[in-house]
Nanobody, 123 residues
């Protein structure tokens, strides 16, 4: 069992930066690939970024490549999403998720989810 708690969301101006954190409970955090997804009200969830258990492999949605960076600290049981050059369209709720299987960009493969953190980008 893994519990995930996101933090770091808030209000930022367009062009600014935020860093989201996702703290995980449990001793097996380093066994999980960790992903970030986003979901706006009334819309389906969308993949943002994923990092392998070791941190050696990462994938990003095309819309965030070059602006967002996912990283993890297995000693702290935490995964991060550094968001730079933010745009108004980045406004939504961001969720972290844990996947015990192979690295995935699709929600269905993830086993555990956090409660989400709201990010609002003002233009």
């Amino acid at each position: 069992q893994v519990q995930l708690v996101e933090s770091g969301g808030g209000l930022v101006q367009a062009g600014g930066s935020l860093r989201l954190s996702c703290a995980a409970s449990g001793r097996t955090f380093s066994s999980y690939s960790m992903g970030w997804f986003r979901q706006a009200p009334g819309k389906e969830g969308a993949f943002v970024a994923v990092i392998s258990w070791s941190g050696g492999t990462t994938y990003y949605a095309d819309s965030v490549k070059g602006r967002f960076t996912i990283s993890r600290d297995n000693a702290k049981n935490t995964v991060y999403l550094q968001m730079n050059s933010m745009k108004a369209e980045n406004t939504t709720v961001y969720y972290c998720a844990a996947d015990l299987g192979t690295i995935a960009t699709t929600e269905v493969f993830y086993d555990y989810w956090g409660q989400g953190t709201q990010v609002t980008v003002s233009s």
